[in-house]
């Protein structure tokens, strides 16, 4: 939408406001916040390239708003509600800090399967049986570690982990390297800044969540 013109341009206002719309239904937190930080990174950096794009920075993000608030009400749903009513929901029955707690029981569980299967691990989602009797009382179980990385050595151990960990390293070997390419030829286009900068935040992303465990 930012540099291109034509259908690809209409294609690219498409995929910037369902994408965003399908994030703030999601009701992750986690993944809003990546969003908005990439967001304004994006448009951050192609406000300098004067006042077309500028045009063209408010009219996405004017269209991406009006599109999360529009889906709110009918059709789509029987009554009007709030776009981020059911955010709010989660967050009252479920707060960032217990959330955040939860994760980390997850994740401590998650690295004492591998201590006791070190290299093949536990088998595919056995975090939650494999967990059972090696916990304090209370603790919450999940067949989901919340981190692909530490999801691949609960689940494989180190011969799942050492190939998945080097593919991870040179995944960030290439954002890194793309972005400050970027940065160094000033060039914000969709192959050389955005799509690495997807990529990071993804790769973000993933150390808190299951990602990687849905299509």
């Not at 965003?20 to 950096?45: E, M, P, Q």
């Not at 954002?175 to 790769?203: C, N, Q």
Request: proline share 6%; hydrophobic share 50%.
């Amino acid at each position: 939408w930012l540099r291109a013109r034509g259908a690809p341009a209409i294609v690219g206002l498409m995929a910037l406001t369902l994408g965003s719309i399908g994030i703030v239904y999601s009701t992750s937190r986690a993944a809003g916040v990546c969003f908005a930080a990439a967001l304004v990174i994006v448009s951050l950096v192609h406000l300098v390239a004067g006042w077309p794009t500028s045009r063209r920075v408010a009219t996405g993000l004017v269209v991406a708003g009006v599109g999360g608030w529009g889906i709110a009400g009918p059709p789509f749903f029987p009554h009007r509600v709030q776009p981020f009513a059911a955010t709010a929901a989660r967050g009252s029955g479920q707060s960032l800090t217990q959330n955040g707690h939860y994760r980390t029981e997850f994740w401590h569980e998650a690295i004492g399967v591998f201590k006791r299967h070190p290299m093949v691990g536990g088998g595919y989602h056995s975090l939650a049986t494999e967990s059972l009797g090696h916990t304090k009382p209370g603790w919450a179980l999940s067949p989901l570690a919340h981190s692909g990385y530490l999801q691949a050595l609960s689940d494989g151990g180190l011969m799942l982990a050492v190939p998945f960990s080097v593919a991870c390293i040179g995944l960030v070997w290439l954002v890194l390297r793309g972005l400050a390419r970027a940065v160094k030829r000033r060039d914000f286009s969709v192959e050389t800044f955005v799509l690495p900068l997807t990529i990071g935040a993804l790769l973000a992303h993933s150390a808190i969540d299951f990602d990687w465990s849905y299509p």
